[in-house]
């Protein structure tokens, strides 16, 4: 079956960078990435997912973290430049990013905000993070996606 192309597949193939698409079942009841994981028969250390924050100082920044795992507001905030730093509204994500829960992308959002990625990506020699649509992820090389997107690789999780 042929994937739809998302435009964070489209961006990855005009930089000429290596990727490939990996189709899930979605449960739009439970959307959260151990699904998500449980689907594709992976490691949830291996599949990340894409959570936007604001900073008090610097506005909205990226965090992208394990499946599992929390974002740890004090240290995002630190690596961030900022103070203090929240979760956005999942009312705000659309808006924001062009992007659904559950779908989240950290490539090809409408704006390009800093993003951090939690340095245990580092550790594999591939991840998996959200293609841009629920159903969609990207198995991608995590030194590739650093590169293309300019993450900072930081401790961020709880």
Not at 18 to 41: I, K, M, R, S
Not at 46 to 55: C, I, P, S
């Amino acid at each position: 079956m042929k994937l739809a192309k998302t435009n964070a597949a489209r961006l990855l193939d005009k930089a000429g960078v290596n990727y490939e698409l990996v189709a899930y079942d979605v449960d739009e009841n439970y959307l959260a990435a151990t699904h998500v994981a449980q689907q594709l028969g992976q490691d949830i250390n291996q599949v990340f997912k894409t959570l936007v924050l604001r900073g008090d100082k610097t506005g909205l920044f990226v965090c992208i973290v394990p499946g599992d795992a929390n974002v740890d507001l004090k240290k995002a905030a630190k690596v961030s430049g900022n103070k203090s730093a929240q979760m956005i509204h999942v009312k705000e994500l659309l808006s924001l990013t062009g992007y659904i829960r559950g779908g989240c992308s950290p490539i090809g959002m409408k704006k390009p905000y800093p993003e951090f990625i939690h340095q245990t990506a580092m550790d594999y020699p591939f991840i998996y993070v959200s293609a841009g649509v629920r159903g969609l992820q990207l198995k991608i090389d995590p030194k590739d996606l650093v590169n293309f997107q300019k993450i900072n690789v930081s401790d961020i999780i709880e």
